[in-house]
């Protein structure tokens, strides 16, 4: 218990019924209210101590959301396929908790029957399966770190099971047995993937738990070291090139992107949705980083900047605080052109590849808010970096450097237009075989120009900002 109390509040959804709630073996009272249980204790329970209840539960869940929450489907032989998949909704949707993001469940036993000609993957290690003897078998799973509520998941099906090898590290795949020789083929990249991410940040973070690639009906998520596919075991992203500038055709984009959550948002997790591009934004600069280490900088760059036409700036990244409003889909694509931003501003990639690895370091297995970011941020660079985060995060509007020119002067002046008073950013700007960085504020400074008004370029590849020149 966080205070003294005689009730608690757990989630679930109201389709479902609740059978019974004990305490030992005391019939604990219960109301509910929409997808709320209010559990009242006939004693105070203790701040401090802890307790435990079993919660009986029973019904069919409802599919909902984006990725159908809970499905209950069959696969091309006539198998049932049973997959859950619950971000969006919650984790309420199929199982009770107490569904927010900010306190993450340490520990968890997960234990699934399923008819015998059928398996369940879950989340963590494979703690083994027992026949039931009824035409059923229980399979248990056991999670060995901070689990978010909606990375818990089950996945039941015909599938068949094979390996790969890393030096500390096995990696479990489960397919259809039709997909087998294109599964075998595809998710060999995910070795080098993982070795590209523990190149950046270190081990892979679940390591006593594994790591699981598992097939599914729906497109993927990132179900912490049960990560789902359902990628069509092709490269792109559902057969598409997905930043339009041909680097996306070169790797599988389920796998790279679901899986770099396991560094970023199932290891370093947001306190709260409304900061959900910690989730997305990172997972999304990841996806550059491994391009960056497999296919190289340019690649990366060009792959970075494909994304500028996804972005809306329509409304902040980050929403208001404790309403659980997903935000935008700008937290991709945006928080990773302004991850990609602050790499320049940083302007030292030795110091830019050790503060990222210390950021991910620091904040492991915590769930925390971009405060928490920015200022591990100022702290480690010296810097005030804070109207900068604040200006890509929490407003609409992305910076605009506006320049005027003064020909018979040769000079030019410059400032940022801004909605933070005191945003500040160097860029670089002038010619791109040589570029100046200038220190533009939101006043005006002056400084001498060689160049005209078109030949002046903004290095606008690695600053996410608009130009306007007059
Ligand atoms: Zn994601």
Redesign the pocket.
Known sequence: MVKDDTRIQLDLVSTLNVDKILLGSTALKYERELNTVFVDFPETLKAGRIYSIDFYYSGNPQETGRFGGFTFKKDSSGHSWINSSCEGPGALVWWPNKDQWRDEVERMEISVAVPNDLIDVSNGKLVGKTDLGDGYTRWDWLVQYPINNYDVSVNIGNYVHFSDLMPNQVLDFFVLPENLDRAKLQFSQAKPMIEAFEKYFGEYPFKKDGYKLIEVPYSG??HQTAVTYGNRFENGYLQRDWTGVGVSTKFDFIIV??S??EWF?NAVSAADVSDMWI??GW??YLESLYVEDMFGYEDALKYTNGYKTKVQNRTPIITPRGLHREPPQDM?FKGTLFLNTLRNVVNDDKRWFKLIRDVYDHFKYQNIMTEDMVQFFNQKTGMNLTPVFDQYLRHAAIPTLELTFDESNRTVSYRWKADEKNFAMPVRVGSKSQWQIIQPTTEWKTMPATLNKDQFDVATDLYYVNVTKQ
């Open positions: 998520m990132e992107h679901e770099a959550h948002g989730h997305e997972a999304t991709y």
